[in-house]
């Protein structure tokens, strides 16, 4: 009489166990044989699938807003919560890192010198002076309400640079804490997303042209494709002047990045000096080389070789890629946590946001 449990055809009085040992070691071997981050990576695929469907049947939603979102649901939901802590942990953290310099790389095509240099020298001080208060202020600002980590930096660069995409980059430089990068993350896209809402609705009581509206667009809000939503409601000429105006800003990401590089080395040589590792301190490269290869992109662009098709397809890749990183750092977001802090980074958010929209639109005036 053959064992309950055996699988039929096995011989009569063979135990379930035995049976069942050979298929467990092929489970092991094929666990072994795939990389520890390749479940997080699927994952992340499958969340910028899922994005790419919300933007599809919502216009209006951005694929990286849409994908950051998709990820803090995911580290929520108790199907997907214990996937996302563990096995999918490794891959995730790697997509919000390496993908995103990937991304960045990618965002350097994008932007042409010449195209800068047309919308002339005014305009180019007047993105300059704006980034540096937005920075500058919001550092301070966050820094005196006694954010942890380096919420106060992440948060500052994300608002004057160009969102989540610039927290990815300063991040991997100060070797931010990933709770603190997605915090940051978080509330960027919450208030680069309610922008694509209100700005619209403020162009006629502040009395903006199209193209004034385009320009405080391009100045003021977050990500490039949530300056894309928001300034389309205006027109094409709206949509062109704010592109150019937040790909502007977009370039200050490299400077930015190599100043808290140089921070970086300093500190650490300083320390160095107080102890006996002198030879043990890291010291980041002064161009970090996702940098480098984004003001390679950007001369490459500028050169005019690269064809039409490869700029289309270079621009799918960016998006792709950045929305993956944004999945993987949206579920990082433990919700719960932010209880401590809640408050204190939504007062720092919307500080900022009023500096920055403030700032740009005297701006904005002052050079048209």
Same mark, same amino acid.
Request: hydrophobic fraction near 55%; include cysteine.
């Given at each position: 009489m053959?064992?309950?449990?055996?699988? !039929?055809? !096995?011989?009569?009085?063979?135990?379930?166990? +035995?049976?069942?040992?050979?298929?467990?070691?092929?489970?092991?071997? =094929?666990?072994?044989?795939?990389?520890?981050? !390749?479940?997080?990576?699927?994952?992340?695929a499958c969340g910028v699938a899922a994005a790419w469907l919300v933007h599809r049947a919502v216009p209006a939603v951005p694929l990286l807003t849409a994908a950051v979102v998709l990820g803090i649901g995911a580290a929520h939901l108790p199907g997907a919560r214990g996937l996302v802590r563990g096995r999918c942990r490794a891959g995730l953290s790697l997509a919000g890192k390496r993908l995103m310099r990937l991304g960045i790389v990618l965002l350097g095509l994008k932007l042409s010198l010449n195209d800068v240099l047309?919308?002339?020298?005014?305009?180019? !001080?007047?993105?300059?002076?704006?980034?540096?208060?937005?920075?500058?202020? +919001?550092?301070?600002?966050?820094?005196?309400?006694?954010l942890p980590g380096d919420q106060p930096l992440l948060i500052a660069t994300g608002y004057s640079i160009c969102g989540a995409s610039a927290i990815g980059a300063v991040s991997e430089v100060s070797e931010s804490d990933e709770r603190d990068v997605a915090t940051s993350v978080a509330l960027v896209t919450l208030c680069?997303?309610?922008?694509?809402?209100?700005?619209?609705?403020?162009?006629?009581?502040?009395?903006?042209?199209?193209?004034?509206?385009?320009?405080?667009?391009?100045?003021?809000?977050?990500?490039?494709?949530?300056?894309?939503?928001?300034?389309? +409601?205006?027109?094409?000429?709206?949509?062109?002047?704010?592109?150019?105006?937040?790909?502007?800003?977009?370039?200050?990401?490299?400077?930015?990045?190599?100043?808290?590089?140089?921070?970086?080395?300093?500190?650490?040589?300083?320390?160095?000096?107080?102890?006996?590792?002198?030879?043990?301190?890291?010291?980041?490269?002064?161009?970090? =080389?996702f940098v480098a290869g984004f003001l390679a992109m950007v001369v490459l662009r500028s050169t005019g070789l690269p064809s039409a098709a490869a700029l289309d397809a270079a621009a799918t890749g960016q998006e792709l890629l950045l929305a993956a990183a944004l999945f993987g750092l949206g579920s990082a977001v433990h919700l719960p946590s932010l209880t401590r802090t809640g408050g204190r980074v939504a007062a720092l958010g919307l500080c900022a946001w009023g500096v920055i929209a403030g700032v740009s639109y005297a701006g904005v005036l002052l050079t048209t």
């Open positions: 053959a064992v309950t449990g055996a699988p !039929a055809g !096995a011989p009569a009085g063979t135990p379930a166990a +035995t049976i069942a040992a050979p298929r467990q070691r092929i489970r092991q071997r =094929l666990r072994q044989r795939i990389p520890a981050t !390749a479940y997080g990576l699927g994952l992340a047309g919308l002339g020298w005014a305009t180019v !001080a007047m993105v300059f002076c704006v980034v540096a208060a937005t920075f500058g202020g +919001t550092w301070w600002l966050g820094r005196r309400m006694g680069g997303t309610l922008a694509i809402a209100v700005l619209p609705l403020l162009q006629q009581p502040l009395g903006l042209g199209d193209a004034q509206f385009g320009r405080w667009v391009g100045a003021s809000v977050h990500d490039v494709g949530q300056v894309v939503a928001a300034a389309q +409601t205006a027109g094409p000429a709206a949509l062109k002047d704010a592109v150019l105006v937040k790909l502007m800003r977009v370039a200050l990401l490299a400077p930015l990045v190599a100043a808290l590089a140089v921070s970086v080395r300093s500190r650490a040589r300083a320390r160095a000096r107080t102890s006996a590792a002198r030879t043990a301190a890291k010291r980041p490269p002064l161009v970090p =080389l």
